[in-house]
């Protein structure tokens, strides 16, 4: 694991896919489709339990679909290792006990024999991180930073934020949200799942609304609004 300069990714895409989880009859997806835009933020929005979490696992490849094509760049993360190694899934904040920041990279350096180890103190100091501080004495926030600095510390080029500042507070999101635009300056692809509604329309470049598996709604940041997208999420509600 190391900073390689790989190509930014031109595609990610999701072909007749249908997925249900061992033992379930019910379906999460079926014949499922969809583009998602690389190289900018793509914001997805829905109730809980809707399918947001098992996509964004499908996507990363730790899912295989029952039937359908996932593909990064015309390959399957799921069973291409190069492919899954440019995908990274952050979810939630992260939390430790009483390991130290220098001590997680103490252990990656240990784990992998190609380690960029001045790669991953460079991610610690652009992300303002103190390499003795114990990560448990630490704001959610600051956690949070320390998370997606640990995601980027393989150089991927997808990055999975699921509910990337729940819980934190309105400063600590703003330097989040910083973060997460330098990432697709420096030519990342970010897809964000959140419930917060002022954050998906603030964050993407493009919006998908999800409901039971399905994308039901898909608009633009610039056709963005909270009117728009909170009637798409009650008409689907309601079977419409």
Do not use: W
Request: proline letters at 2%; hydrophobic letters at 40%; one cysteine or more.
């Amino acid at each position: 694991m190391h900073n390689e300069n790989m190509e930014e990714i031109k595609s990610i895409s999701m072909q007749n896919v249908t997925f249900s989880y061992k033992g379930k009859k019910r379906y999460v997806f079926e014949d499922f489709s969809v583009d998602i835009e690389p190289n900018h933020i793509t914001g997805i929005i829905g109730r809980n339990g809707q399918g947001k979490t098992t996509l964004m696992n499908l996507i990363a490849g730790k899912f295989e679909p029952d039937e359908g094509i996932i593909e990064i760049d015309g390959k399957n993360p799921a069973t291409d290792i190069g492919t899954a190694k440019r995908i990274v899934y952050v979810a939630g904040v992260m939390s430790y006990s009483e390991i130290k920041l220098k001590k997680i990279i103490e252990e990656y350096r240990l784990m992998y024999e190609k380690f960029d180890e001045e790669f991953a103190y460079k991610l610690m100091e652009l992300f303002g991180l103190n390499k003795k501080a114990k990560i448990k004495n630490l704001s959610k926030g600051y956690r949070q930073r320390i998370g997606i600095a640990q995601a980027m510390i393989g150089n991927p080029k997808v990055l999975i934020l699921d509910e990337p500042t729940r819980g934190i507070d309105v400063g600590a999101k703003y330097e989040i949200y910083c973060i997460i635009n330098d990432l697709v300056a420096a030519g990342k692809s970010v897809i964000m799942i959140s419930s917060e509604l002022p954050e998906v329309l603030g964050m993407s470049d493009r919006i998908y609304i999800m409901n039971e598996g399905k994308f039901v709604g898909e608009v633009s940041k610039e056709e963005a609004t909270s009117e728009l997208i909170m009637s798409k999420i009650v008409k689907s509600g309601k079977g419409a």
